[in-house]
DNA sequence: GCCGTTTTCGGCCCGACTGTTTTCAGTCG
């Protein structure tokens, strides 16, 4: 098996830690960090780059060390230099500097003192006192590090976006009726959208005086105060969530939400460019020597360099500077491009509601379609449909759908893709609908060649219209299968296959990075929700933040499309 | 270790909070 992108991103990150532990130089460090967040971030196989002889040093942050580097990786599956570093230094400790409070400096001091190397040595340590003996060491960090052990253990991880959402929204209309408070915006990660949340950046502004800090201590869902300053504050909330507030004037709310939105790689970039124009730019303004130039809104901070204004979702240091710089952002697209959703599930098989139910929740969000795709015989689970099932479905949806004035009702199925690459139901039965969404329900764990040629042979039949949730991963719960998704998206374009966007917040299949290859390689979408109740068809905009995220424009996705255009796309 | 409409050498983002320090280091974002 060739070696992934996140494993050498791994043994990267793992090499910055230790050199840092090690007081190398600093620079190399964020060397090797950066290469880390490049390698991992990429949406094609570095080994597959290597392979073909491709220079890595286009990459950015990548020269020839580090090009070298990783191709001795990929070559040999090993990496000879962070093996000599862990000689002298245990790898383990770089799992140490994950514990809040800790970093470099305590670490190196930890493991020196008292030879403590990793969560079990310290948790001892703590126990016997000896860590409040060390210089530099106290009785509070004694405690700080002993409730972050705890923290740590109970590690709930990040958290969906959509779950960040529902701890979100209160916070923020709580924060917004406190005395004084004028703008309430989440930042960070959250206003990125990206697939899931680590803790929640709150920036306000508020009238001179404002005793927010007591406000937002105040709410009720607070369960710890983690610190507690002037304009900056973090607790934890009884969810596990950490919650990070920062208060700005109002002159600074555009420098205090750009620089707090992030990503930081993305603002290490702006300032770079700021520090070439002889501007400083932190959270608040935009300065010339001591002169404010900017900072009131993010379009002015941009302006100060020159830049449009730059979609937060976009802001992760993977090109969109310098398209920004050469007038060449994408118009990402928007919810309300989206005209209709082109999977879901009803009460005939695993879904909540009828086919009516869905048909009506449909056409109140203003569809223009929804396409009904209950599973196929293979699922049993869900109570998959046989033939004869799906005909009577397909009967029932046709007397449905003459009720609709406004909405048309499109008949589907998401048919399984079998072990051998052949669909669930015979091509006479399929012959009779509008589409097909396809998926691999069992057999995930095949090898990366078999399961890429097992999906190429289900495209290989014209009734494969949509290939869903294509990694076939569950967030945090189950990892996507092996696949060459470039061979995939490659074999989707040559036949006119679509891939779908899966907009369940635990899917968001394709990823992010994904979407941005569909981009490069000139493959259709669809954004679908898979809604399985009525409510879940409000889910689509998970699927519109992943594909912004992507850098999709409303012209590659087929449900941008009026019926007619849309129905002629389905028909390969 | 990377990178260059200031540079192939000499730079590399910046501020807040905490605790232990008695003037600042460490950590975090």
Redesign the pocket.
């Known amino acids: 098996m060739s070696v992934q992108n996140a494993e050498i991103a791994r043994l990267f990150a793992r090499l910055a830690d230790l050199l840092e532990i090690e007081q190398q130089?600093p620079?190399?460090v964020?060397?090797?960090r950066n290469a880390a967040r490049v390698i991992g971030g990429l949406s094609h196989p570095v080994a597959d780059r290597v392979a073909t002889g491709e220079d890595l040093?286009d990459l950015?942050?990548?020269?020839?060390?580090?090009?070298d580097r990783i191709i001795g990786i990929v070559k040999t599956g090993r990496f000879p230099l962070l093996e000599e570093v862990e000689r002298r230094t245990p790898g383990t400790l770089s799992d140490l500097m994950k514990v809040?409070?800790?970093?470099?400096?305590?670490?190196r001091t930890l493991y020196r003192e008292l030879g403590i190397t990793g969560p079990e040595d310290l948790e001892r340590a703590l126990r016997t006192g000896a860590v409040r003996e060390l210089?530099?060491?106290?009785?509070?960090?004694e405690a700080?590090l002993r409730s972050a052990l705890a923290r740590t253990r109970a590690a709930s991880e990040r958290t969906l976006l959509a779950e960040a959402e529902t701890l979100a929204r209160p916070l923020s209309e709580w924060l917004g009726g406190c005395e004084g408070v004028l703008e309430v915006a989440v930042a960070?990660s959250f206003r990125r959208r990206r697939e899931t949340v680590g803790?929640l950046?709150i920036l306000v502004t508020c009238r001179r005086g404002a005793s927010v800090m007591d406000c937002f201590t105040a709410w009720e869902d607070v369960g710890e105060v983690i610190?507690?300053?002037?304009?900056?504050s973090t607790v934890m909330l009884r969810s596990g969530t950490?919650v990070?507030l920062r208060v700005v004037p109002q002159i600074s709310y555009g420098a205090a939400l750009q620089y707090?939105t992030g990503s930081?790689a993305h603002?290490?970039h702006v300032?770079?460019i700021a520090?070439?124009r002889k501007l400083?730019?932190?959270?608040y303004g935009v300065f010339r020597g001591r002169r404010r130039v900017a900072g009131r809104n993010e379009e002015e901070v941009y302006a100060a360099l020159d830049l449009p204004w730059i979609p937060p979702e976009l802001r992760e240091d993977a090109g969109e500077i310098e398209a920004a710089a050469r007038g060449a952002l994408p118009r990402l697209i928007e919810p309300s491009d989206l005209r209709g959703d082109l999977h879901c599930h009803t009460r005939a098989t695993d879904g909540q509601q009828s086919i009516g139910e869905m048909a009506r929740a449909a056409a109140d969000r203003g569809h223009e379609y929804l396409a009904i795709t209950d599973h196929s015989r293979r699922v049993s689970m869900a109570h998959g449909l046989d033939a004869d099932a799906l005909l009577a479905e397909i009967d029932e949806i046709d007397r449905i759908a003459e009720t609709l004035p406004d909405m048309r009702l499109l008949k589907g199925i998401e048919l399984d893709i079998l072990e051998d690459g052949s669909l669930d139901l015979p091509d006479r039965v399929l012959d009779r609908l509008d589409l097909t969404v396809c998926a691999v329900h069992y057999g995930l764990g095949l090898s990366r060649r078999r399961q890429t040629e097992r999906i190429l042979r289900a495209m290989d039949n014209p009734r494969c219209t949509i290939l869903a949730h294509p990694r076939g991963r569950l967030i945090g719960e189950r990892e996507p299968c092996e696949l060459d998704m470039e061979r995939i998206m490659r074999g989707a374009r040559e036949r006119g296959c679509i891939l779908e966007v899966n907009a369940q917040p635990r899917r968001l299949d394709l990823s992010d990075s994904d979407c941005r290859m569909a981009c490069e390689l000139d493959v259709a979408l669809a954004i679908n929700t898979d809604a399985h109740s009525a409510a879940q068809l409000d889910l689509l905009r998970f699927g519109v933040d992943q594909a912004r995220r992507g850098w999709v424009e409303p012209g590659r996705v087929i449900n941008t499309l009026p019926l007619g255009e849309l129905l002629a796309r389905l028909r390969r």
């Open positions: 130089n620079f190399r964020r060397a090797y040093t950015p942050g990548i020269g020839e060390d580090l090009a809040p409070g800790l970093g470099p400096a305590r670490v210089s530099g060491f106290g009785e509070k960090t700080a960070g803790d950046d610190s507690r300053g002037r304009t900056r950490q990070d707090f930081r603002n290490i300032r770079r520090g070439q400083k730019i932190n959270e």
